[in-house]
C-alpha cells in the first residue's frame, strides 16, 4: 500500500501487522495517529501522567527514567528511532510509572488509546506483533538490572551496545554522553570503557559515533563477563 502522508502515517503503514487489517481499520489507524516533539533534555512524557496510548520514536533517541528512589534517578531503557515503547502503560490503561527524556531533538508517534485497545482486542498478527515486543522489552529490563548490580563499566557499555538494545543497525549514531546517561555512567568513564573496546577491536570511534566492528567478538566478551 502506497501511503502519501505523514511521516507518522508512513511508518505505521510500515508496521508489519499493518497489512492485516481491515481498509476501514486501517483508515482509521493512518487518521489517529499523530506526533509530538520535544528538544534535547525536554520531559515528554511526565511520570504520573495519565495513559495516552502506544509510543514510538519516528525520529531522535529517548531514554525511559524512574524516578522512584527521591536519593537518585536511575536510566531504565534507551529508545532509538524506529522502535516502540510502553506497551504496559497502554495495556493497563495506567499513568507513566517513568518519564521519558529526549536525549536529542526527538518526533514521537503516539497511537491512541482507544486504537491500541481496539487493535489489542481483535488483531492477532498486532497481537502476535505486542507479544515479542514485550518478551525484548523483559528481556532487556532484566539484563540491565543485573548489569547495575554486577558488571564492569566496560560490560555495561558494552551491553548498551550489543543487539539487544540496537537491533538493526551496527554503526550507531550514538554519542559519549548519551551513552553515559543510558548506562548510567560519567563522561570520563565511557571514556576508558569505549577506549578499553576500541583497543580490544570490538568498536571503532569516529566523528561521535561508534561502530561495531566485530559482533562475535561483542558477543563473545559479554558471554565471558557473564559466566565470570
Not at 499513568?95 to 521519558?100: G, L
Not at 550507531?172 to 546517561?181: A, K, P, R, V, Y
Request: hydrophobic share 45%.
Amino acid at each position: 500500500m502506497f501511503c502519501l502522508a505523514s511521516p507518522a502515517e508512513r511508518f505505521i503503514c510500515r508496521q508489519p501487522w499493518f497489512a492485516s487489517l481491515e481498509a476501514k481499520l486501517q483508515q482509521e489507524v493512518r487518521s489517529g495517529v499523530y506526533e509530538t516533539q520535544g528538544a534535547k533534555g525536554a520531559v515528554l512524557l511526565p511520570a504520573g501522567s495519565p495513559a495516552q496510548g502506544w509510543h514510538a520514536v519516528l525520529s531522535g533517541l529517548v531514554m525511559l527514567r524512574s524516578t522512584q528512589h527521591r536519593a537518585r534517578t536511575a536510566a531504565f531503557i534507551g529508545v532509538p528511532d524506529g522502535e516502540w515503547f510502553g506497551e504496559g502503560t497502554a495495556m493497563r490503561a495506567e499513568a507513566q510509572r517513568y518519564e521519558v527524556i529526549a536525549l536529542r531533538p526527538t518526533r514521537l508517534l503516539c497511537l491512541p488509546l482507544a486504537l491500541f485497545e481496539h487493535l489489542h482486542a481483535g488483531s492477532l498478527e498486532f497481537n502476535q506483533y505486542l507479544a515479542q515486543h514485550i518478551n525484548l522489552r523483559l528481556g532487556q529490563a532484566l539484563t540491565i538490572i543485573e548489569a547495575g548490580r554486577t558488571r564492569s563499566a566496560e560490560q555495561r557499555v558494552a551491553l548498551q551496545l550489543s543487539r539487544l538494545f540496537w537491533r538493526s543497525r551496527r554503526r550507531l549514531d550514538i554519542t559519549q554522553e548519551e551513552l553515559g546517561q543510558l548506562a548510567g555512567l560519567s563522561r570520563q568513564t565511557i571514556n576508558r570503557a569505549l577506549g578499553a573496546l576500541a583497543a580490544a577491536g570490538i568498536v571503532g570511534l569516529d566523528f561521535g559515533r561508534v561502530a561495531i566492528l566485530d559482533d562475535t567478538a561483542l558477543d563473545q566478551f559479554l558471554a565471558t563477563a557473564a559466566s565470570a
